[in-house]
């Protein structure tokens, strides 16, 4: 059997990274010995080495909270790899979504709030902050007096902010561009959070599309009624 790729250090052992392959979001990190990382190669399940227990261990086989490893990615020397993954339900023994839930400041580690992201790329943090505006005052917060409006008025808006967004393409600078783009992706998350419908539906469907050329992604769309 071929050695695998890597520089596993003293004990053995290579650094692991587990990685939202939606998102890019960090779930959790852990080791993995040269047995761990062909059994998730083959498994296709994550698979890691207990330093504390010393044992073989599966994320999932005993919570449930199982990580689908799509691929392996190692870094340029050779001694750490991601595995892009599929996770389901919490990554860390915590409960929490992911491990890195604290930001360090000197001395102290702050624990942030499911609101403040975490680990959470921007656009699912801004689905958690657009998701509590639900409860705001609707004098107080824009976004609040759009859901009380209803989608009537969040599909004027979306409506509104497209054609200025097509208006700058056509004739505007660079950073009006920008600034009527962030306007339609913003007033799109509230149409979503309206309906509740995930912002990872979007990026599902989106994976679903590239994993197929163009012409034929259209042509399997089901017809419009």
């Known amino acids: 059997m071929a050695a695998l790729p890597l520089k596993f250090d003293a004990q053995g052992l290579v650094s692991v990274i587990v990685q939202d392959h939606l998102t890019g979001e960090i779930r959790m ?53 991601i595995y892009v993954s599929e996770p389901s339900g919490s990554s860390c023994h915590t409960g929490a979504r992911s ?27 801004l689905e958690g902050v ?13 976004t609040k007096s759009l859901y009380e409006a209803g989608a009537p008025a969040i599909a004027d808006k979306i409506r509104e902010e497209g054609a200025e967004l097509a208006r700058s393409l056509e004739a505007e600078s660079d950073d009006r561009v920008v600034s009527e783009a962030a306007d339609v992706v913003y007033h799109m998350l509230v149409g979503l959070r309206w309906r509740n419908v995930p912002w990872r539906r ?21 017809p419009e009624r």
Do not use: M
């Open 29 to 81: 990190q852990a080791f993995a010995n040269e047995e761990a990382i062909r059994r998730t190669l083959e498994s296709g399940r994550a698979t890691f080495w207990s330093r504390s227990r010393r044992e073989i261990w599966e994320k999932g086989a005993t919570s449930g909270n199982t990580i689908e490893v799509l691929r392996v990615l190692v870094d340029c020397d050779g001694d750490s790899v």
């Open 99 to 125: 491990c890195y839930f604290q930001v360090l400041g000197g001395a102290t580690a702050t624990t942030l709030t499911p609101a403040e992201g975490s680990a959470l790329p921007l656009l699912e943090g």
């Open 202 to 222: 979007v990026l599902v469907e989106l994976g679903r599309r590239t994993s197929a050329s163009g012409h034929a992604e259209k042509a399997s769309r089901a």
């Open 130 to 142: 657009l998701e509590s505006r639900k409860h705001a005052s609707g004098a107080a917060s824009y």
